[in-house]
């Protein structure tokens, strides 16, 4: 490889380190072509990237941040990966996570989310928690069911007293 094929390489990990919300080093060794070629769809899917890297050049690219340094270049023996996520972690993880239950030769090294250093542990812990999209839903329905419970006991007192039900709305007829 030449000096600057890797220096381009070290300037690639860092644009894409400091891109990325969260990075996972993974250990992929005994994987085959297509489970990697799923891997990757997945976590395309998932906003985020795997990146196989040499070691010596992740180390060199790591240098300058001692976060990034103690989470994930302490972890780069063998054959590794990078996987950066640019937008939720938490998808990555589980996403990482669920894989790894299917093909055993996928291992979760370590990782780092927003400047803090996550071991296996930590990262298995951050691969149950719901996503945004499930966070979401449940804010909308906490947010809904006291309208929902107020509109009930109003229509309840209502047919108590002799009042009709409030019937649905029917929609307006369209021109």
Not at 133 to 161: F, G, H, I
């Amino acid at each position: 490889m030449l000096r600057s094929e890797k220096d381009a390489d070290i300037k690639l990990i860092t644009e894409k380190i400091g891109q990325a919300k969260g990075a996972f080093v993974v250990d992929f060794k005994g994987m085959k072509v297509e489970q990697v070629t799923n891997l990757r769809k997945k976590l395309h899917a998932a906003e985020s990237e795997m990146k196989v890297v040499r070691n010596t050049l992740a180390k060199r690219a790591f240098a300058g941040n001692e976060v990034q340094t103690k989470a994930l270049a302490e972890h780069l023996t063998g054959t590794n990966a990078i996987v950066f996520a640019f937008n939720e972690v938490v998808g990555v993880a589980k996403t990482l996570a669920e894989f790894g239950k299917d093909v055993e030769a996928l291992k979760i090294k370590s990782g780092m989310m927003e400047g803090e250093a996550l071991d296996s542990n930590k990262i298995k812990f951050l691969a149950t928690l719901p996503g945004k999209d499930q966070l979401r839903a449940q804010l909308l329905m906490l947010m809904k069911e006291p309208s929902a419970r107020l509109a009930r006991v109003l229509n309840e007192y209502a047919t108590k007293n002799g009042a009709p039900a409030a019937a649905p709305a029917e929609e307006a007829p369209q021109a």
